[in-house]
Every structure is written in structure tokens, then in C-alpha cells.
């Protein structure tokens, strides 16, 4: 079985940009939470260091190379598996074959040697590959594998060495990973308001910081949908509305019925439900229409202040 990076976009209008894949990054971060447990995900409460994946300007790239291995290895509690890493050129960033271990050999793009920088980003991505493989985590396709990839390994806590490696100017641009810069930083948002963290003070790159900015704002606005008592005026309205309407309908019928999987949704009626995703785990929650409460997620444990 294999796995492999994406490949770096040649031109600066070759990156895919906004949230393309944003159902399948929520999706994965639900299964992350159902597959480890949130007892599991909290053990991940600190990030790789910057200076843990940084080349001096002396060091041996080969010696520097199975170091930063390690240190994904210990990331991702992995210690029982070994990485051995070497060069060749290729089209895509990193290959790694997924044996049944504790050996795992991975190929890096030829050009990692010229650009040290980023060795530590192909390699989180790689290794999540095992951590993931031993789990028994996977989705269906090889595009939401990879998305899968690298949303656990962005939660799990060296994703932001990815989103560090998107760099973009007039003639030029590179970016690792499946994900779009935004949702590298929306999923980073999403850490940060677990863990407390504040990975901006990590980035190097300008283009990966805005990017970040623009994930945080929709990973905010997450925790400001209806019936979440912390949402803005229009959507109350809305959502009263839309309750006084279900409340009127005789049927159990969820409603309102172009709801989607990341909206609330009414059904029954005696009494009436209404049912949201958890803006930490995106787990569906179903709590009973009675006004302000809270809500606690048996999935991830977040207590939230509500207003059904």
C-alpha cells in the first residue's frame, strides 16, 4: 500500500484556495475524535517545536533528516516504529510504502535536499500515513484518505508545518498537502481552541498566516450558529423561524428539509428536538426545544452554552 504527498503547484495561480473539501475535513476530525477517544486526542496537547525540525547550517542531511523523522515518530506516539528516509526525484513530495512494520521506508522529492526547510512537513504527513494505517483509520478514495491525512495530522499537532510551507509570489508558488491553505487554517483553529495554542507565532510564511486568519474566522463561526447562544442576530431570526414553523408541522419530519449535515435541524414534536454539530467535534448533538441551556457533547465532552 502506498501514499504520497501532493505535488508543489508550478505557478502562482495553481493552488487551490477557500474550503473546497470542507465536508470531509469535518467529517475527519469527527471520526478522529470516535476512532482515539477524547481521553487520546488530549494527549496531544503540544505541537512539534519549531526548533525540532529546524536544519543548522553544519548539519549532515542525512543525520538531520532521520532526526526529524524521530520526532514525528514521537509525535505521533509511534515509538516502536522506525523511518528509513532517503532522496530520489519524483513527481509528488514524499512516498511511503505501509508494510506491516516496525520498518518504514520513505522517499522524499530530490529537491528537499536544496530546501531543508520543508523536510519537516513532508515527513509529518508520511508518518501520519502509519500512525493512521495502525489505527485502522481510512476513508473511501484516495482523495479523502489524503484529506483524512491531513486533518489528523494538522489536529495531532505538526500540521502547522504544512500550512508554514505554502509560499506564493508573482511567478511562483509551493504548497504541501491535500488540503487548501484556508482549511490547513481552519483546522489549526480548531486545535488552537482545545489546546489553547497560538500558532501563529510559528509561521514564517506571510501567505500561510493570512491563510490562517481566513480558517480561524470560519472556525469561529462555527461557534456562532443557532441554537449556540453565542449567534449573531440574523441567525436567531432565522432559527426562530424556522422553530415556529416546525413546532406548526404535525408530522416528525426534520425540518427545515434543505438542512445539511453541519446545520440544526428540527424533528418530533412532543416535544420538539433540535439537533446541530458540535462546533469542537462536529458530532450531531439532540437536545429538547425548552430555551437557554447547556449542552454537553458525548463525544468530546464540550459544554455548550445553548439557546433551542
Not at 185 to 204: C, H, I, N, Q, S
Not at 238 to 249: G, I, P
Request: a positive charge; one cysteine or more.
Amino acid at each position: 500500500m502506498a501514499a504520497q504527498g501532493a505535488p508543489t503547484g508550478p505557478a502562482a495561480d495553481a493552488v487551490e484556495r477557500g474550503f473546497p473539501h470542507l465536508d470531509t475535513v469535518r467529517s475527519a476530525i469527527t471520526a478522529l475524535y470516535k476512532r482515539l477517544s477524547w481521553d487520546t486526542v488530549r494527549r496531544f496537547d503540544v505541537s512539534v517545536a519549531p526548533a525540532d525540525v529546524a536544519f543548522s547550517d553544519t548539519e549532515d542531511l542525512h543525520a538531520g533528516v532521520q532526526r526529524v523523522a524521530r520526532v514525528m515518530v514521537q509525535q505521533f506516539r509511534l515509538p516502536d516504529a522506525r523511518m528509513i528516509v532517503s532522496f530520489r526525484e519524483m513527481e509528488h513530495a514524499a512516498h511511503i510504502e505501509l508494510a506491516a512494520g516496525p520498518e518504514y521506508f520513505i522517499e522524499l522529492n530530490a529537491r528537499f535536499k536544496r530546501h531543508r526547510r520543508d523536510i519537516g512537513a513532508a515527513l509529518a504527513h508520511e508518518v501520519m500515513h502509519v500512525y493512521l494505517h495502525r489505527l485502522g483509520l481510512a476513508f473511501h478514495g484516495t482523495r479523502d484518505n489524503e484529506i483524512l491525512t491531513d486533518t489528523a495530522t494538522t489536529y495531532l499537532g505538526a500540521g502547522w508545518l504544512l500550512l508554514d510551507a505554502f509560499r506564493q509570489d508573482q511567478v511562483s508558488s509551493q504548497k504541501l498537502g491535500y488540503l487548501t491553505p484556508e482549511e490547513f487554517g481552519y483546522v489549526l483553529a480548531k486545535r488552537a481552541a482545545v489546546f489553547g495554542e497560538g500558532p501563529e507565532v510559528w509561521f514564517t510564511s506571510p501567505q500561510a498566516y493570512e491563510a490562517y486568519l481566513k480558517g480561524t474566522g470560519l472556525a469561529r463561526a462555527d461557534e456562532a450558529r443557532p441554537p449556540l447562544a453565542a449567534s449573531g442576530w440574523a441567525g436567531r431570526r432565522r432559527y426562530t423561524r424556522d422553530r415556529r414553523h416546525a413546532l406548526a408541522r404535525p408530522g416528525s419530519t426534520p425540518y427545515p428539509p434543505d438542512a445539511d449535515a453541519w446545520s440544526y435541524a428540527f424533528d418530533g414534536r412532543s416535544p420538539l428536538r433540535v439537533s446541530f454539530p458540535c462546533p469542537t467535534c462536529q458530532q450531531r448533538i439532540r437536545v429538547p426545544v425548552r430555551g437557554r441551556m447547556r449542552a454537553r457533547c458525548g463525544l468530546c465532552h464540550s459544554v455548550l452554552d445553548c439557546d433551542t
